[in-house]
């Protein structure tokens, strides 16, 4: 499990970074804070969802992870609202890009590296 925790938190610290970048986010202290609120967001998420696996079908645990995710982007926007400094965007947009951006991939990903 603390593979996973880790492996997530890497990618997604990457492709939300990368993200950002293209969204046109420059300053460096916007950019740490996205780092930190994924370090902060993304093992909760995570640790729930690899719980749910191990005592649920998929289909339920597909579903749990679907809600946790929206409840992520809401949170995450919230943080992101209180935090970011001279990024204009509309924090609850961005965080919605970032983490829909993020999840699409690792979805993507998931199902190339399962074959």
């Not at 649920?56 to 935090?83: A, M, P, Q, R, W």
């Amino acid at each position: 499990m603390v593979g996973s925790l880790v492996i997530s938190l890497l990618l997604t610290v990457v492709l939300e970074t990368i993200l950002a970048l293209l969204i046109n986010v420059r300053d460096k202290e916007d950019l740490s804070e996205i780092v930190w609120i994924n370090c902060f967001t993304n093992p909760i998420i995570v640790y729930f969802t690899n719980i749910t696996l191990l005592y649920t079908n998929d289909l339920i645990s597909h579903c749990i992870l679907v809600i946790l995710e929206i409840i992520n982007v809401f949170v995450e926007g919230y943080l992101l609202k209180n935090h970011l400094k001279k990024t204009k965007i509309n924090p609850y947009i961005f965080s919605l890009y970032l983490n829909g951006f993020s999840f699409v991939i690792g979805i993507i990903l998931g199902y190339i590296l399962e074959f």
